[in-house]
Nanobody, 123 residues
Framework: VQVVESGGGSVQAGTSLRLTCVVR????????MGWFRQTPGLAREFVAS????????NYAESVKGRFAISRDNFQNMEFLDMNELKPDDTAVYYC?????????????????WGQGTQVSVSS
């Protein structure tokens, strides 16, 4: 199974980015999916998660109202639309598949992880 993120980059504060995650060699439709982020020296931080049917979505307080998670089960993909980006959003963003069908929020509840994509936001 290969989990591949894309869409990161260097942007100005206040702009938007869309991150994309594709899962190859495995099926995501029975499982929750999520996004985490990590900056050097800090623990990996939950960003957003979505249940298998997209019926439930959870967000970290720091991104609520600015970020939106979605998924396409037919294409084995999930997305993170990031709006009104701030310098504090600078991190490596990771896509992950949950071990359950729910929109869980703890990293230990996720199994498949990608290599990450860098997002850098300057003021």
């Amino acid at each position: 199974v290969q989990v591949v993120e894309s869409g990161g980059g260097s942007v100005q504060a206040g702009t938007s980015l869309r991150l994309t995650c594709v899962v190859r060699g495995g099926d995501i439709k029975m499982w929750g999916m999520g996004w985490f982020r990590q900056t050097p020296g800090l623990a990996r931080e939950f960003v957003a998660s979505i249940s298998r049917s997209s019926g439930t979505k959870n967000y970290a307080e720091s991104v609520k109202g600015r970020f939106a998670i979605s998924r396409d089960n037919f294409q084995n993909m999930e997305f993170l639309d990031m709006n009104e980006l701030k310098p504090d959003d600078t991190a490596v963003y990771y896509c992950a598949r949950a071990r359950t069908m729910y929109a869980v929020t703890k990293s230990m509840e996720f199994g498949w992880w990608g290599q990450g994509t860098q997002v850098s936001v300057s003021s």
